[in-house]
């Protein structure tokens, strides 16, 4: 890693201005390569993105098997919602939910906040060492159990992938 530019961000950067501009074109590539660098400079310290062993089993992990799980989880939250549209006087219990994560990585948490905010019905609003706070259209119970049961098998497939 460079001091001024870390290498790994400048990578990720670039490939993915290439896969959102879907052009060979000499200047879009040489503006990417500008804005790839910049961004790899001012952001080196705040990212640590690693090419290591582990890296390609993570993305299988991510893709082939995070995100089907994610979709899922999506639909099912999508349907729950759609329904208690459809049937307005369906028992409604929202409230905000301490939840506790085994998750290390401040990715990791980062993931899983974002993947429970991305689900409709729940919104992660702020994340605490090992705790993350989050509001949930139907609390279904306050217990570990309850709670683990609304966001375990995710947090379980993310601790495959980035721990």
Request: hydrophobic share 50%.
């Amino acid at each position: 890693e460079g001091s001024c530019m870390n290498f790994s961000v400048f990578i990720v950067s670039f490939f993915t201005w290439l896969l959102l501009t879907w052009s060979i074109d000499v200047q879009e590539v040489i503006m990417g390569l500008i804005v790839s660098v910049v961004v790899s400079m001012v952001f080196r310290k705040y990212y640590n993105i690693r090419f290591d062993g582990k890296f390609f089993v993570r993305l299988f992990k991510f893709l082939f098997i995070y995100i089907p799980v994610f979709i899922w989880e999506m639909i099912k939250a999508n349907l729950d919602v759609a329904s208690r549209v459809i049937v307005p006087d369906m028992r409604l219990k929202p409230g905000f939910v301490k939840v506790k994560t085994e998750m290390k990585t401040d990715v990791g948490k980062l993931m899983l906040a974002n993947s429970i905010t991305l689900t409709p019905g729940t919104i992660t609003f702020d994340i605490s060492d090992d705790e993350l706070y989050v509001h949930w259209i139907d609390v279904a119970g306050t217990d570990e159990q309850s709670k683990h049961s609304f966001y375990g098998r995710l947090e379980r497939v993310l601790k495959g992938v980035f721990e």
